[in-house]
């Protein structure tokens, strides 16, 4: 994607249509909260700006490889950015996953991987895995929000999403108030690789919207590694949580 000469990169001029839609049905900053011009998208443009990125570069390990440094099949790994649970920036994940608002996830992904592309992040991946919701948990929440991340993604590289080969089981208990090494011991056995040939002989990445211990995804990687073992794996989320 080319930066836009109107302004930041995913921000252009509006139409005539889009500027009287928002008229009648205004739309609002996922951070801030405040009304957003008809040249904005899902962030106004001062809480775009100062969004706490992390970058990508292939030749220095960033936090996100960090954490998943014990899956043997890890290729690279990267999150888009920064957050804490005293920001703001947790209204973000707060939208994408609970307030029906997942376009938020798909516009930053878009932005995100029109960025790492120019920098050869995908370069050699064959698909898009988004991490699975219990089918339960999709039926309740109406959407999985990483399927709208891998969306995005897509628009940008053209790599298929495969939604149905690895499937989530169980879902693990409330995390909040665990410490790490008893969140580990709870992603375990979440995950079942349902078609292995989808996956065999491929560079997948996996697709989520938030890491916190690296457990979660871990455990999915362990999973397909165990029934796949000549994969290759690599990473995206939109965050990263201190």
Not at 130 to 159: D, H, S
Request: positive net charge; aromatic residues 8%.
């Amino acid at each position: 994607m080319k930066n836009d000469s109107t302004g930041p990169r995913g921000y252009r001029r509006p139409g005539l249509i889009r500027m009287l839609l928002d008229f009648v049905f205004p739309h609002y900053c996922k951070v801030c909260g405040h009304r957003l011009d008809p040249s904005e998208n899902e962030l106004c443009i001062t809480c775009f700006l100062n969004m706490p990125r992390l970058e990508y570069n292939k030749d220095v390990i960033n936090p996100t490889e960090k954490m998943l440094l014990t899956e043997k099949s890890l290729v690279r790994a990267v999150s888009l950015m920064q957050y804490s649970k005293e920001s703001d920036y947790r209204n973000i994940l707060f939208h994408l996953k609970y307030w029906h608002h997942p376009k938020v996830g798909q516009w930053l992904a878009r932005i995100g991987a029109a960025e790492l592309k120019e920098k050869g992040f995908f370069e050699g991946i064959d698909c898009l895995v988004p991490l699975p919701l219990t089918f339960r948990k999709e039926i309740q929440r109406g959407y999985n929000q990483c399927v709208f991340i891998a969306k995005g993604i897509r628009q940008v590289t053209g790599l298929p999403i495969i939604g149905s080969a690895v499937v989530r089981e169980a879902e693990h208990s409330h995390q909040a108030g665990l410490g790490k090494y008893q969140r580990w011991s709870n992603a375990q056995g979440l995950f079942r690789v349902a078609d292995a040939d989808a996956l065999r002989g491929k560079h997948i990445l996996i697709i989520d919207d938030v890491i916190t211990t690296g457990a979660t995804l871990c455990s999915m990687i362990d999973t397909i590694e165990a029934a796949v073992p000549e994969i290759k794996v690599s990473v995206f989320t939109l965050a990263l949580a201190k």
